[in-house]
């Protein structure tokens, strides 16, 4: 009997669900402002992510391939080191753009061709930078405007909560505190997509500064290297020693 009884009464007890479900289908139908908004949210922190982890992978390989370069520096020729770069990398697109460089300055005199040279380097230089800096004007977009975009989906949210419960005639806390705060989900997630993403521009940003020093110093070495037919090569580290051949076996009589 007494289960019973309990039982009727938690069957009789209002279910009030509250939750990011309920402001975007409120009672099975369709929000469309709420639910544009939240698939614009979604959109942008996807997008965010994919872009971290791209430009990541991106400016990693760039930084590997730099610790080759001591290899290329040992060449006979700098003909002869750029086959020892990986093709389609940003240290061969620079080696390769500065011999090209060379050949046309040959039409030149000594100033105009040295110019024609430094302007070829800076070209390329700024070019793989520009790719280096491709999607994070994406994620200084997302961190800017992605508090506000949940803000709105709050703003519309509260005004339809308001509108209800004007038309139930009640103001208790439990028609209010319900409504506004699903709304207040909306600017939630406006933070949680926007904190990501800047996050993600200013550690991206780093370290394509820390690149770009890298690709100066390789370019202006590459420079002096032309200019001077090859006489001119940045220090290098010594190389490794060979390691001494194991000594032979006595041969036992």
Same mark, same amino acid.
């Given at each position: 009997?007494?289960?019973?009884? $309990? =039982?009727? =009464? &938690? #069957? ?22 709420? !639910? ?11 997008? *965010? ?20 370069? =001591? ?5 006979? *020729?700098?003909?002869?080191?750029? +086959? ?14 500065? $011999? *090209?460089?060379?050949? =046309? ?15 070829? !380097? ?7 930078? @520009?790719? %280096? ?5 994406? %994620? &200084? +977009?997302? /961190? ?25 005639? @009640? ?9 506004? /705060?699903?709304? %207040? ?6 933070? $949680? ?5 800047? !996050?993600?521009?200013?550690? !991206? ?11 100066? /110093?390789?370019? +202006?070495?590459?420079?002096?290297? %032309?200019? #001077? ?25």
């Amino acid at each position: 009997m007494l289960i019973e009884t $309990l =039982a009727a =009464a &938690a #069957s009789a007890a209002p279910q009030n669900k509250f939750g990011i479900a309920e402001v975007l289908f409120p009672g099975g139908k369709p929000a469309w402002i709420p !639910l544009t908004t939240f698939t614009i949210l979604v959109i942008m922190s996807v997008g *965010s992510f994919f872009i971290l982890f791209t430009k990541w992978a991106e400016q990693a390989k760039i930084i590997k391939q730099y610790a080759t370069l =001591a290899g290329f520096w040992r060449a006979p *020729s700098m003909r002869d080191g750029a +086959t020892k770069l990986e093709k389609n990398s940003a240290w061969r697109q620079i080696v390769d753009d500065g $011999l *090209s460089a060379e050949e =046309a300055s040959t039409k030149m005199d000594e100033s105009e061709g040295h110019d024609w040279m430094h302007g070829s !380097l800076a070209r390329s230089e700024n070019s793989i930078n @520009s790719k %280096l800096a491709g999607g994070l004007p994406f %994620l &200084a +977009t997302v /961190g800017a405007t992605a508090p506000f975009i949940g803000l709105f989906g709050t703003v519309v949210g509260i005004y339809g909560a308001l509108i209800n419960i004007g038309i139930a005639g @009640s103001a208790s806390i439990d028609k209010v505190a319900g409504p506004v /705060g699903e709304a %207040l989900i909306m600017t939630a997630l406006g933070l $949680l997509v926007a904190v990501p993403a800047v !996050l993600a521009y200013n550690y !991206l940003q780093a370290r394509n500064k820390r690149i770009a020093e890298l690709l100066t /110093g390789f370019s +202006t070495d590459v420079l002096a290297n %032309l200019a #001077s037919k090859g006489a001119v090569k940045p220090a290098l580290p010594a190389a490794p020693a060979a390691k001494p051949a194991p000594a032979a076996a006595p041969i036992k009589k």
